[in-house]
């Protein structure tokens, strides 16, 4: 989900940069006392780390690969600050010397792939995580709540930026709910990957998790097997929920790309003929303001869905015990 | 999984576009992109002088073209989304052949391909003619805050051994029995993303305790002078200024 150049204008590129060096500014201030030993090389890895992950392939659905995008994993695992930093790096890095995402569009790249996922993913799991008791299993909850929301947050920055100053007049409120269901399902995936890495890291070593510090003097325990069963039910529901919208492609903006444009070769009218043709003329009209509620049903729906599954899984623990 | 060496990257060739310092060739690449994206769509001519100029600065540093292809395809998903963009496009609608396509879609097309492929083949020109250390040492000359750079500079150094680790450990995973499309493997990918990162944490930890016994400051020497000579700014800014030049006159123009 790299940004080339060229994609959005100029202005729009030099806004975001500077939204992004105040993020990576904010960062670096709040990081000084960690650096103060010159832990410098310990971040380094762990950018390597996420960079390697993020070419890693998961398996998140029977058949489906998925890519880690990492910015929620790096806040919680590194804390939000740390975590904001070495994903910039890796976004950094992958414009500056594998020519992945443009050089004017670095800035949006690093807003886009670090600074909101980081921020966002953090809060959406501080704010689980400060309405439910100190065990693993709601730990995973929280995380699994902040890589699913980091995902959508970041593609309708995209979808913000592209308002602003994007190329090609691609139809707005089309393109917002594109972006919108396919990276709920993206997030899914990202919340799948990230729940099964931090309950690995939550056995091995939970002292490394900055979100969980206070579990870390519990000692490792083979609890973590709760988290993939939540991973599995998810899944499951994510499959039914969102299956029209479900493609081998990882990626979401091909895949926003492709579903745009695969139905809409007809002569007459592309819109029509989209599958998006629905929402598109819902009651409330092709507005900002339905796009917006789109958003926020598909929020609430998915919030309530991790409820119960929460719940079932919370059940069956306490009957199993 | 395949593309993490980073000695691949760089041509070491001889030639004008290696010499020049590299900070100098940062602040080109940038400046003549801020060229490109500030050049109108419409202005064809312009994207002509820009295109010819990264194709001189390939010829002059005898970058292969099968070089610049291969380096190239992390472009292809936007060319996708970009031919797209005239079938979905709003606005008037214009006949070609069989199909109505957006005008306006198109003109996004153009405008991202151009634009999108001017980026890449940059970026890839820069990384060819330039040592990624290099590139280090120009971020921090252009005083880029030095807890970033030494952060990028421990990322680039440690990538292929971390990378290395993450392929023997899902070699061992698949001499286990590790069945990677399963969604059952799901768990044991995180698993050994897990101990990636745990090990990658345990290396940085190790790597810092050698280093601070070697004397690290937080600083890394300098091994090679950056110091850039007469003429570097004036060859190697030429591009940025050429391009800047042709987006105001276009700009003019228009």
Do not use: C
């Not at chain 1, 007459?268 to 409330?284: H, M, Q, R, T």
């Not at chain 2, 064809?44 to 002088?49: G, N």
């Amino acid at each position: 989900m790299h940004v080339p150049d060229g994609f959005l204008s100029g202005t729009v590129s030099a806004g975001a940069a500077v939204a992004s060096a105040g993020g990576i500014a904010a960062a670096l201030r709040q990081t000084r006392a960690h650096f103060a030993d010159k832990r410098l090389p310990l971040a380094g890895l762990m950018a390597a780390g996420i960079f390697v992950l993020q070419m890693l392939n998961f398996p998140v659905v029977s058949g489906t690969s998925g890519h880690l995008l990492g910015g929620a994993l790096a806040a919680i695992v590194l804390g939000p600050w740390m975590g904001l930093l070495v994903v910039s790096v890796v976004v950094m890095v992958q414009a500056l010397v594998f020519a992945d995402g443009g050089l004017i569009a670095m800035g949006t790249n690093v807003l886009l792939i670090a600074v909101i996922p980081a921020l966002v993913g953090w809060s959406v799991f501080r704010a689980v995580r400060s309405v439910t008791p100190a065990r693993r299993p709601w730990v995973l909850t929280a995380t699994g709540a902040g890589a699913l929301a980091s995902v959508p947050a970041s593609a309708m920055a995209f979808v913000i930026l592209y308002a602003l100053g994007g190329q090609g007049g691609a139809p707005l409120g089309m393109l917002a709910i594109a972006m919108l269901a396919v990276h709920l399902l993206i997030g899914i995936g990202e919340a799948a990957i990230t729940v099964a890495v931090v309950g690995g890291l939550l056995a091995y070593r939970a002292d490394l998790v900055a979100g969980a510090e206070d579990l870390a003097t519990e000692g490792a325990s083979a609890r973590t097997e709760r988290g993939a069963v939540w991973v599995g039910l998810a899944l499951a529901v994510a499959l039914l929920v969102v299956a029209p919208f479900a493609s081998a492609n990882p990626d979401g903006l091909e895949s926003v790309a492709e579903s745009l444009g695969f139905d809409t070769t007809a002569v007459e009218s592309a819109v029509a003929e989209s599958p998006f043709a629905d929402y598109v003329v819902s009651p409330l009209g092709e507005t900002g303001v339905s796009v917006a509620l789109a958003g926020l049903l598909g929020i609430v729906v998915t919030l309530g869905v991790m409820a119960v599954v929460t719940w079932v899984v919370r059940g069956r623990r306490a009957s199993r015990v | 999984m395949s593309g993490v060496h980073a000695h691949a990257l760089t041509i070491h060739g001889h030639g004008r576009p290696y010499e020049i310092a590299p900070h100098v060739k940062v602040v080109a690449a940038f400046g003549f992109m801020v060229g490109v994206v500030a050049t109108p769509r419409e202005a064809f001519w312009a994207f002509a002088v820009h295109g010819a100029v990264v194709v001189g600065v390939a010829v002059a540093a005898r970058v292969p073209a099968t070089f610049m292809a291969s380096r190239m395809v992390v472009e292809i998903p936007f060319v996708l989304f970009a031919l797209f963009l005239p079938f979905v496009g709003v606005g008037p609608r214009v006949a070609v052949g069989p199909l109505a396509l957006s005008i306006e879609g198109i003109w996004g097309a153009w405008s991202i391909l151009a634009r999108a492929t001017l980026g890449t083949a940059t970026a890839v020109l820069l990384v060819a003619t330039t040592e990624v250390t290099e590139i280090l040492t120009g971020m921090s000359r252009l005083r880029v805050p030095a807890a970033i750079v030494a952060i990028a500079g421990f990322m680039i150094r440690y990538l292929e051994v971390v990378f290395d680790e993450a392929a023997r450990m899902r070699t061992a995973m698949l001499a286990r029995g590790w069945e990677p499309k399963s969604r059952r493997s799901l768990r044991a990918a995180g698993s050994m993303a897990a101990a990636l990162l745990v090990r990658a944490y345990e290396r940085g930890e190790r790597v810092h305790s050698a280093m601070l016994a070697r004397g690290y400051d937080g600083t890394m020497p300098r091994l090679f002078p950056s110091e850039s000579r007469p003429g570097d700014w004036s060859v190697g800014a030429a591009p940025a200024v050429l391009a800047i030049v042709v987006a105001a006159v276009a700009r003019g123009a228009a």
